[in-house]
């Protein structure tokens, strides 16, 4: 089985506690790609930004285990210009998937009543007087998350539901199967050995202690509140307009 990964700190913690047998077929490619390869390679499994799964609701998803956050740990913070009365336009910076673009555009709808427009930048020095979402490990190796807002907060506050940001995928029934059967205890292999993994040298101790300390809002065991907070964040395009119809997912 081959796994592909977002280009994350989240997503690398649970590659580094798989089995060894596992690990020789894992790869870290951007998320906004992830979905396309599973669908072009067979014996593939990907971890895919949830909102991804509107558009390919032909895929097997993991019933019980995925990526969800809780409180201020996060992939992704809202950097606000406080100048800005009003929000009419946001930019999206790092490693941005369907989720940041669909989310970012239904939150400000409904806290501010109006739409805005999303625009996705390549270079963040740039973004200077912008309302800003940065998603990915940037956060982190800029230390701009300690004057940034938790995504998952926003949404968790705005909307009731829980925030699940990445789902297994594949378009094989039995590679979800055979992963489910695969996970159990990386979870908890992740929680006992935080103190002692290796995040990167771009990693300030500032940042590594931040992530240590709220690793307990790092969620990979899915239970049914997280299912159906996949379900809500599934709907959310539907239920603002920017999809005709909601989807069946395909739990295994």
């Not at 925030?163 to 929680?191: C, M, Q, R």
């Not at 964040?233 to 005709?244: A, E, K, Q, W």
């Amino acid at each position: 089985m081959n796994i592909i990964f977002p280009q994350n700190i989240f997503s690398r913690l649970i590659a580094d506690n798989l089995p060894d047998n596992i690990k020789a077929g894992i790869k870290f490619i951007p998320s906004a790609l992830i979905t396309n390869e599973i669908k072009k390679l067979d014996n593939c499994v990907g971890l895919i930004p949830t909102i991804d799964i509107i558009r390919n609701n032909d895929l097997f998803v993991s019933k019980s285990y995925g990526v969800s956050f809780e409180g201020a740990l996060s992939n992704s913070y809202l950097y606000y210009n406080s100048s800005q009365k009003e929000i009419g336009e946001i930019s999206l910076f790092g490693d941005v998937s369907s989720v940041e673009v669909v989310l970012s555009k239904i939150l400000f709808q409904e806290i501010y009543d109006t739409a805005v427009n999303v625009k996705i930048i390549t270079d963040e020095s740039k973004s200077k007087g912008e309302n800003l979402i940065i998603t990915g490990d940037y956060n982190f190796t800029s230390q701009k998350y300690s004057t940034g807002i938790s995504l998952v907060e926003e949404i968790v506050d705005t909307f009731s539901i829980p925030f699940v940001n990445f789902i297994f995928a594949s378009k094989d029934e039995t590679l979800i199967t055979n992963l489910n059967e695969i996970l159990p205890g990386v979870s908890n292999s992740i929680y006992d050995k935080i103190g002692d993994i290796k995040f990167g040298e771009n990693f300030s101790d500032v940042a590594k202690d931040f992530i240590k300390e709220n690793i307990s809002s790092f969620i990979m065991d899915f239970d049914n509140q997280d299912i159906e907070g996949i379900n809500q964040i599934t709907r959310l395009p539907y239920f603002y307009g920017m999809i005709n119809d909601m989807i069946e997912m395909k739990f295994i």
